[in-house]
């Protein structure tokens, strides 16, 4: 079975907007100011529209965000992949992390390094920057 990375980049992120996790190939903003403007959206969009946001468009990307147990999980991808697929890959990373860090979440004191190991259980979702460099050139 072939599985397609959908994914480019992640982060999760609480509802205080405190990245606890992310993975950037090509980081342009700062992580955390990244993750305080997605809380900050996501709260906006919250009390104009019952749920707040699920996604929104910048040129060729689209982000995408998906909900669970007070944090947000926020992806980029191609405007291309749809964004079911997207939402079905973030609720699968969710239980990962859940299912991985439910301990540490319970007594969680701010140290984010405690999820930094998370790449490894999540590869299989991400693109990686051989594939995006031969996608670009190729």
Known sequence: MTVVKVLQDIWI???SGIVLFSRVFNPKVN???FGALMTA???FATELA???????????????IY??????????????VKEKKVQ???KIIAKKFFTKYAGVLAS????????????DDIEESLE??????QDAFW
Do not use: P, Y
């Open 108 to 119: 969680w004191d701010s140290d984010v390094n405690m999820f930094a190991d998370f790449n």
């Open 13 to 15: 992120l609480n509802e």
């Open 88 to 90: 079905d890959e973030l």
């Open 128 to 133: 990686d920057t051989i594939k995006k460099f």
């Open 41 to 43: 959206l996501n709260s």
């Open 50 to 64: 019952k749920g707040g946001l699920s996604s929104f468009e910048l040129s060729s990307i689209r982000f995408t």
């Open 31 to 33: 992580e955390q100011l």
């Open 67 to 80: 909900k669970d147990k007070g944090l947000l999980f926020v992806s980029n991808s191609a405007k291309k």
